[in-house]
Every structure is written in structure tokens, then in C-alpha cells.
């Protein structure tokens, strides 16, 4: 089952696949200043994405509720990029790079770390 994440609640995600597990506080703490996001906001992102199955919340003794990923990270990325090289490209991911390298130029590492890649995926075969 595909989770669908939105732009704000990805910003959160980020925050808790990288330190976890965080209350309400924490996370105002750490997003609050940089992103201009208020308490309820933060509140209101949290529950929709508990609500989503992509958090998961345990209260603490002292009564509080932290949150922790229900979602791995490299999971989560590798569906949605599915989704998106099937939609957009129908499956097929030699378009996607040649649309992506006419738009941002790659750089000797990046064309020497694919070729890389290709080869150990043919070597798979």
C-alpha cells in the first residue's frame, strides 16, 4: 500500500527518519524557526500522518506522545519513485535519465558512477 505524503509532511518525515523518537515540542524546536511552522501546525501534520499509518506514536510515563517513522526511508523512496517512472514514463527509466541529464548536465563522477551502476545490473542478469 502506497503512502502519499505531502510536500510539509515530507519535511517532518525528513526530520524523523534522520532522529527519533520526538515529541511535539522537539519537533517545533528543530522545524519551528527554520520553516516559520507554529505548534498546531506541527500537531496537525503529526496526526495526519499517524492517521496515514506513517507515523507511530507511543506515550511516554510522563504522559507525552513521541513520534517514530512506521515507514522506512529508503522504502517509502523507492515506492514513490516507482509510482513516478510508471506514471510519467511508463516503467521505463532510459527516458527519466535522458530528461533529467538534458535538464541538469552530468558531471564525469556521476556519468562514471552510472556506467558503474549499469554494469554491476547487467552482471546481475
Known amino acids: 500500500m502506497e503512502i502519499t505524503i ?4 515530507l519535511i517532518l518525515m525528513r526530520l524523523l527518519w534522520r532522529e527519533h ?17 507554529h505548534r498546531k501546525t506541527i500537531n496537525t501534520l503529526l496526526s495526519r500522518l499517524e492517521k496515514k ?6 506515550k511516554h510515563e ?3 506522545k ?6 522506512d526511508e529508503a522504502t517509502y523512496n523507492q515506492t514513490v519513485t516507482s509510482h513516478f517512472v510508471d506514471r510519467l514514463f511508463g516503467g521505463n527509466i532510459a527516458p ?7 535538464d541538469r548536465p552530468l ?3 556521476q556519468v562514471t558512477e552510472l556506467r558503474r551502476l549499469l554494469e ?6
Do not use: H
Open 21 to 37: 523518537p520526538l515529541n511535539a515540542r522537539q519537533i517545533t524546536e528543530q522545524l519551528g524557526s527554520d520553516k516559520k511552522w
Open 6 to 9: 505531502t510536500d510539509a509532511e
Open 107 to 109: 558531471t564525469p563522477e
Open 96 to 102: 527519466l535519465l535522458a530528461s533529467f541529464a538534458k
Open 53 to 58: 499509518t506513517a507515523l507511530s506514536a507511543r
Open 62 to 64: 510522563d504522559g507525552i
Open 66 to 71: 513521541y513520534f517514530s517513522p512506521a515507514v
Open 120 to 125: 554491476e545490473l547487467s552482471d546481475d542478469d
